[in-house]
Each structure stands twice: as C-alpha cells, then as structure tokens.
C-alpha cells in the first residue's frame, strides 16, 4: 500500500545499516554522523583546513545541510519492485558515455540511458548534445516510469508550494518529461563530481532523484560559500540514499553544489539487484532551452550553459561555452558568451534606487535571494520597506517585476520566510548579508572552495574533476 502523507514518507522507522559507513547509525535518535575519518575515496575530506564531513541519514538533517529534501518509501512496494524489474532488463542494453580527457579516450564508471515522456520530447533530445557529442536517441518512458512520474510529480509540486520560487525557475507546476537513469553494477561503480547541466533545463532547475537496488552514498558540497556560515564551504555530505527513496534536488543545487556518487569498498545486497543500483533522475525539460535555442560555436557544437559561482564580480550570471573538448581530443574553440537571463527568460526588470554595488544588468545579483544564503529566499523585507541608500553600504535596492502572472500574493510559508510575489516588487537588503562575513573572509572561504577543486585534480584524477573529466561530462 503506499503512504498517503508526505510526513509519512519522510519519516524513515529502520535506518539500513550500511557497512561502508565510517559511522553507521546507532539506535539512538541521532542521524547525524561527524567524523573526521575519510571515506573510501579520497578528496577534500583529508586537507586540513576543509570542514569535517557529515554523514546524514534522515530527511530532517539532509533538509538542513543541504538544499535537498528526501522521501524514504516514495512508490508503492510493488510498484518500486516492477520498476527495479523493468530497469534491470532495460538497462542491459545502456551504455557508458565517452569522452576525451585530454587526449585519451575515457568511459564512464557507469551505464546511463535517457528517457523521454513524448514523441516531442523524443525528437528534441535527440538533438541534445552532451560531452559535446550528440547522443543516442532517448527511450520511451517504461509503463512503471509512468507511474512513477505521477507520484513524483505530485510530491514535488506540493512541496514547491511550501518553498520560495525565484523567478528563474520554471513557473507554475514543475513536471517531469525527461529522464536520465543510471546503473551502477557494483560498489566501485561511480558518478564523479559535477553539477547537472543547464544547457536544456534552464537555470535553477529542480531535479527528482530516485534510488532503486542498492544503497549508495551520495555526496554533495557547496562550491559557493554560504555568507552566513563560510566556514562550510567545500564541506563533503555524505547522504545514504536507499531503495525507494526520492532525493530532489532544488535550486541552486546545480548552480552552487557539486554532486558524486564515490565508489564504495562495499555494499550491502538488495534482495532483487544485488549489489546493482538504478538510479533515475526525472527532469523538466525546459522550454526555451531547447537545442533551436542554444547557441553553436565554431567547432560547430552546441554550448554548454553554466553559472559563475567562483568569481566575485559576475557570481550568479549565467554564459554559454563551447564544449567540444570532450568530442575532439580535447580540443576547444574557447567561445564564451554572457546570458542576459532576465531578458531571455522574458522578466522585466525595475532598478529602482542606487545600486551601490552596482552589477550588471544581466547579474543575478541584482534579485532578490542571490546571493543565496541558504537554499532559500530568507532575507527578503516586504516591499513597503524604505531603502537606505547610502553609498557607504552595500545596500541593493531592487524592484523585480516580471510579466510572469502565475503568482499570488506573498504568504508566509514559515516564521521566517516569505513566498517571494512574482507580480509585485521584492527589496534584498544586502547590508544585512554584508554585515554578517567581512569581505576578506568571504574571499578566504571562496578560494578555499577553489583550492579544493584543485586537490580533487590531484586526488581524483583518475574519476573526476571539476571542469575536466567525468564529474562535467555526467548529466
Ligand atoms: O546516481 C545518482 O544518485 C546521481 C546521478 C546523477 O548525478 C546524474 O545522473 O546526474
Ligand atoms: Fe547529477
């Protein structure tokens, strides 16, 4: 029988034990695990200046280290058991993805195929080109993807209306029309680190992660530090996700974090798969952000579209780049273009006092919520609010309108948040962000998410590197 409520759903009774944890979890209340010792693949996790990692294993505390929310006993029983059933046989006949890292010829650690809901959606992603190299026409959504779309779609959706959307994200219901699943044999199979591209979901996108078979880890961490607790950046989360469990993923997941499945010295069999798990990822294929859509370098390939986190100055605004490193031995054109994402996303924008701080036009920053100091739009005042302009600080005052009619009015979705109004103006006070971390702190906990990305170089060379190998061909 499935669970009605989505309480139920989050509340998870038995915590599987899983003997590759460093800190398996105890009978006690406590699901949090710090330790200090790394897990079976090396990273950030061993420096000495990152963060202890975290070992999390219930929705509660996942849901208050990350931006991501997770439903144990998502389907049915019997329908998460025929759909485990249907994707084993299916994916005897994926493949691996190839690329090229630098100049050899490498495949993922891992099997994958893509799905897709409609013909429409099949002739689309038939255009999509990832790794630079165009992709194997899509399957059709299995009968049990189907049904699990529904459940899924209606989780998420409920829960959406209980979260503040920022105006890039898709309006209205979030659907799932498009999937991409993986299978992963045995423990040492993997997904290295990368964020899910936005080349054909549009920025922000909201992403349904479920879990089949085995249990697996899988880690994230944020590459953008959080100006309220800097000091987390770079800091590895490990979430044991396990048959039948739903992970999604809200923004700004795919523009601030990274994501891995590591390899495992072991794990624990799964009565149907063994040591297999299947993974399916259901995504909205965005409109506006199809392949027509996307522009072409000189190497003739689509780019890719990807978000600044690193750099200060343009952190939030969204750019194309040419891909095409993985498709022709590692060569590029180097072609590089901004996003005015306002514009193509059809918001108008009202600049209506003195921007200290002044930022593009095309900068996120010049919404409300960004930068981000959590997964979600806390420091927004009502719009009656009067703005200090004083140029001494870093107050950014910003009317935000868009032609989007869809929302409502604002509505307090918990003590401390407001639903951000799509239809009327919203003012980010950022001297309040700014007062908390001194620029030079931020600048600290900023090159320490970047110094980490270059120990991975070094430590996971042969799987994943941000940017290079595995972790940015994944999708
Ligand atoms: O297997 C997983 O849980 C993650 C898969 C993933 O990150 C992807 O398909 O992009
Ligand atoms: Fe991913």
């Known amino acids: 029988m499935p669970l009605t409520s989505i309480n139920d759903r989050l509340r998870w009774k038995e915590k599987p034990y899983d003997p590759t944890s460093p800190s398996p979890p105890s009978a006690t209340n406590s699901s949090t695990m710090l330790s200090s010792s790394s897990s079976s693949s090396s990273g950030p996790s061993t420096r000495k200046s990152a963060p202890k990692p975290l070992i999390l294993y219930s929705p509660e505390d996942v849901e208050r280290h990350c931006p991501c929310t997770l439903v144990f006993n998502v389907l049915s029983k019997d329908l998460a058991t025929?759909?485990?059933?249907?994707?084993?046989?299916?994916?005897?006949?994926?493949?691996?993805?190839?690329?090229?890292?630098?100049?050899?010829?490498?495949?993922?650690?891992?099997?994958?195929?893509?799905?897709?809901?409609?013909?429409?959606?099949?002739?689309?992603?038939?255009?999509?080109?990832?790794?630079?190299?165009?992709?194997?026409?899509?399957?059709?959504?299995?009968?049990?993807?189907?049904?699990?779309?529904?459940?899924?779609?209606?989780?998420?959706?409920?829960?959406?209306k209980t979260r503040a959307i920022h105006p890039y994200e898709v309006q209205g219901d979030w659907n799932c029309n498009v999937a991409a699943a993986n299978y992963y044999a045995h423990s040492k199979e993997s997904v290295g680190w990368h964020a899910d591209k936005l080349t054909y979901l549009g920025p922000r996108p909201t992403i349904g992660s479920l879990t089949l078979g085995a249990t697996r880890f899988f880690r994230v961490r944020k590459m953008v530090p959080d100006v309220r607790n800097p000091d987390t950046a770079g800091q590895l989360i490990s979430i044991a996700l396990p048959h039948n469990s739903l992970c999604i993923m809200w923004p700004p997941m795919q523009e601030e974090w990274k994501h891995e499945v590591p390899p495992q010295a072991r794990v624990t069999p799964h009565p149907i798969s063994g040591t297999a798990r299947i993974n399916i990822t259901f995504r909205l294929r965005r409109e506006g952000f199809s392949p027509a859509d996307t522009p072409v370098c000189k190497c003739g390939i689509a780019m890719v579209l990807r978000c600044v986190f690193k750099n200060k100055a343009n952190y939030g605004r969204y750019f194309y780049m040419c891909y095409a490193s993985g498709s022709q031995e590692g060569r590029t054109c180097g072609a590089f273009q901004w996003v005015d994402m306002e514009?193509?996303?059809?918001?108008?924008?009202?600049?209506?006092?003195?921007?200290?701080?002044?930022?593009?036009?095309?900068?996120?920053?010049?919404?409300?919520?960004?930068?981000?100091?959590?997964?979600?739009?806390?420091?927004?005042?009502?719009?009656?609010?009067?703005?200090?302009?004083?140029?001494?600080?870093?107050?950014?005052?910003?009317?935000?309108?868009?032609?989007?009619?869809?929302?409502?009015?604002?509505?307090?979705?918990?003590?401390?948040?407001?639903?951000?109004?799509?239809?009327?103006?919203?003012?980010?006070?950022?001297?309040?962000?700014?007062?908390?971390?001194?620029?030079?702190?931020?600048?600290?906990?900023?090159?320490?998410?970047?110094?980490?990305?270059?120990?991975?170089?070094?430590?996971?060379?042969?799987?994943?590197?941000?940017?290079?190998?595995?972790?940015?061909?994944?999708?």
């Not at 630098?102 to 893509?114: I, N, Q, T």
């Not at 900023?446 to 999708?475: H, M, T």
Request: with cysteine.
């Open 82 to 160: 025929r759909l485990l059933q249907a994707m084993l046989i299916d994916s005897e006949t994926w493949d691996r993805n190839r690329w090229w890292f630098f100049e050899r010829m490498v495949e993922s650690p891992h099997k994958r195929s893509y799905f897709a809901e409609h013909d429409d959606d099949m002739e689309e992603i038939a255009g999509w080109t990832y790794n630079g190299q165009k992709q194997e026409p899509p399957r059709r959504f299995l009968k049990e993807m189907e049904e699990a779309k529904l459940v899924i779609r209606k989780i998420v959706n409920d829960l959406r």
């Open 343 to 475: 514009e193509k996303l059809g918001l108008v924008k009202k600049y209506s006092t003195s921007l200290s701080n002044s930022s593009s036009p095309s900068s996120p920053s010049s919404l409300p919520c960004l930068p981000s100091p959590s997964n979600t739009c806390t420091s927004i005042t009502p719009p009656s609010t009067s703005i200090s302009s004083t140029t001494a600080s870093t107050t950014v005052a910003v009317t935000v309108e868009t032609t989007l009619e869809s929302a409502g009015k604002p509505e307090a979705v918990n003590s401390n948040e407001k639903k951000l109004s799509m239809s009327q103006p919203a003012i980010c006070d950022m001297s309040k962000v700014k007062d908390q971390i001194e620029d030079k702190e931020q600048d600290q906990a900023l090159d320490l998410a970047n110094e980490l990305d270059d120990a991975d170089l070094v430590d996971l060379a042969d799987l994943s590197f941000e940017g290079i190998s595995e972790s940015d061909f994944a999708e």
